[in-house]
């Protein structure tokens, strides 16, 4: 169990255009999911955290209005990245959050590669 | 503010011996859990094992051990009879305390290379 999907694995796109991307957990309900951006051969830098039926609370130095979460319902997130420009490709990675024991275990997905024209 | 610092960048090991790869951290809590996740070529992030801070048995996983030393803020990973498949990214994190209100810290990571 806690499997995470996230669709498109890979998407490529023009200057100016708007890309939107989807996490759903497939076999549990998430409170809380994550999104993480990862440049290559570097670690995950945290974007914003999105708890389902409210607004995302982003990172410092994360712009709200470019990289627009939306978490409509326990299984899905959507991360929409406006207006994308090439110093937006990068890797995004999100994860799903189930409470284990004590903590909110993270279940990560496998990733989407986004490549800006 | 919660660090965590991965001072080996690279790392390499022959085939069915062991590696050690060193993580340290700095928090002023007390109540706290500590990862090691492995992300391969695929770049799917894998959980290799789990310590929590106040527990003092340290976690073992098959192959995979880590040291856990609360005093000296060290969390080491232990690979023992590495395999080729263990050839990864391994990223060493720390969840604060309260676990649930926490967000993942991540180290640098360290590239795993496991020669035959």
């Known amino acids: 169990g806690a499997v995470v999907s996230q669709h498109p694995s890979r998407v490529i796109c023009k200057s100016g255009t708007s890309v939107k991307i989807e996490c759903r957990s497939l076999?549990?309900?998430?409170?809380?999911m994550f999104w993480y951006r990862q440049f290559p051969k570097q670690s995950l830098m945290l974007m914003a955290t999105?708890?389902?039926?409210?607004?995302?609370?982003?990172e410092q130095g994360v712009e709200k209005d470019k990289f627009l979460i939306n978490h409509a319902s326990l299984t899905l997130s959507t991360l929409t990245v406006t207006s994308a420009h090439p110093e937006d490709s990068s890797f995004y990675i999100c994860?799903?959050?189930?409470?284990?024991?004590?903590?909110?275990?993270?279940?990560f997905g496998p990733g989407t590669r986004l490549t800006v024209l | 503010a919660q660090t965590v610092t991965q001072s080996q960048p690279e790392m390499s090991v022959q085939e069915a011996e062991t590696v050690t790869l060193s993580c340290t951290y700095d928090?002023?809590?007390?109540?706290?859990?500590l990862f090691w996740y492995k992300q391969p070529p695929s770049r799917q992030m894998i959980l290799v094992i789990r310590?929590?801070?106040?527990?003092?048995q340290n976690a073992t996983e098959n192959r995979f051990s880590v040291n856990f030393q609360k005093a000296a803020k060290s969390f080491s990973l232990k690979i023992s009879d590495s395999q080729l498949g263990d050839a990864a990214m391994y990223f060493c994190?720390?969840?604060?305390?309260?676990?649930?209100?926490?967000?993942?810290?991540f180290g640098k990571g360290t590239k795993l290379s496991v020669k035959p």
């Open positions: 994860s799903a959050g189930r409470y284990h024991s004590s903590y909110n275990e993270q279940f």
């Open positions: 076999d549990f309900q998430a409170t809380t």
């Open positions: 999105s708890n389902e039926g409210s607004k995302a609370t982003y």
């Open positions: 928090t002023s809590e007390s109540d706290y859990y």
């Open positions: 310590q929590e801070a106040y527990k003092q």
């Open positions: 994190a720390f969840l604060p305390g309260g676990g649930s209100q926490g967000n993942l810290i």
